[in-house]
């Protein structure tokens, strides 16, 4: 059987505009070498600066600038920072909207309720565009598998901390990979994972090639994949056997985690009533837990001497070892 060819991968819009400065070194003159080097050396950073800052950086003139544009075959300053930008787009977005905001004057107090607003607009979207059947599918494999892992990176990493804090009383082994030991301890840990297994990962932009990664090396290893992420576009949705899109967006940083957030509780509290023993494990965990809670009536003037705590009692309510929904 004849092997088919591998795939290339697209070009990057960096590596074209990299390839291009390349090429034209030779011919360029040596100011225009210079502004070159410069932009090879500094891509992202070139690609957030504008015209009078690139020159700058060089000690060039912004007609140097221009010029430089154009011995690359653009028409100009903007069509090549706007080829440039193209490779960044998520990850540049939040630098230009902070940009754009700055330029145009706003008190604090609008700038905190155009925030607000737009959680809020997010939250809304959320409640009338996540698809419930998805939704539903996503707590059904939760309640049948015998492991749950959860992962993400960068700002991901606690809202996968949060997923597993929501779920540990009621599934018998959730587990998060997010933080403790980085990408080599949680592939280590997958490999562990079984067939049957379900990996959560969460990815917004700007997205983590670590998650990525270790979602397809999972889904591989013939664990289940679920993907909170943006759309359906995102990287993370191609290599999913579940995908739930939450739109994240936010004005002056790269996500809004609030409608995540939400969801991701929403997903919790649908566990949590399907559940088997839900209840039991709830009381239980609280009953646990009870020593380290302050009841706000002791707060009122008391003087609470942690020394003298009493210890936890042990905890004799079995924890739900069978997650399968209950039968109706």
């Known amino acids: 059987m004849t092997r088919s060819p591998p795939v290339r991968a697209p070009a990057k819009a960096d590596d074209l505009i990299s390839a291009r400065i390349t090429a034209a070194m030779p011919t360029l003159t040596p100011i225009h070498r210079r502004m070159g080097a410069f932009v090879l050396a500094n891509l992202f950073r070139s690609a957030t600066m504008r015209i009078d800052e690139l020159a700058g950086a060089v000690g060039a003139s912004v007609a140097t600038a221009n010029r430089f544009a154009r011995a690359l075959g653009f028409s100009g300053y903007p069509a090549f920072r706007e080829a440039l930008v193209r490779g960044f787009e998520a990850t540049i977005a939040p630098v230009e909207r902070l940009r754009t905001a700055l330029e145009s004057p706003a008190s604090g107090a609008e700038v905190f309720d155009a925030s607000l607003a737009q959680a809020a607009a997010n939250l809304r979207l959320a409640q009338t565009s996540v698809d419930a059947a998805k939704a539903g599918a996503i707590v059904d494999a939760i309640l049948a598998a015998p492991r749950v892992f959860v992962i993400g990176y960068g700002a991901s990493a606690f809202l996968a901390g949060l997923m597993e804090h929501g779920l540990t009383p009621y599934c018998a082994n959730v587990q998060s990979l997010a933080l403790t030991g980085g990408p080599s301890h949680a592939a280590r840990r997958l490999f562990t994972a079984a067939r049957g297994d379900v990996l959560i990962a969460i990815a917004f932009p700007r997205y983590v090639d670590d998650t990525i990664t270790l979602a397809r090396l999972a889904r591989e290893h013939g664990l289940r994949v679920v993907a909170l992420t ?12 579940l995908v739930l899109p939450v739109r994240a967006e936010r004005r002056l940083a790269a996500n809004c985690d609030t409608a995540v957030l939400a969801v991701i509780e929403a997903l919790c509290d649908a566990v949590a009533h399907r559940a088997k023993r839900s209840v039991e494990a709830a009381s ?17 003037g008391a003087n609470v001497n ?5 210890a936890p009692r042990r905890h004799t309510t079995k924890r739900p070892t069978h997650t399968e929904p209950r039968e109706s």
């Open 230 to 241: 943006d759309s359906a576009a995102s990287p993370l949705a191609h290599v999913a056997d």
């Open 284 to 300: 239980g965990l609280t009953e646990f837990v009870l020593p380290w809670l302050v009841a706000p009536s002791l707060l009122n």
């Open 306 to 310: 942690t020394s003298t705590r009493a």
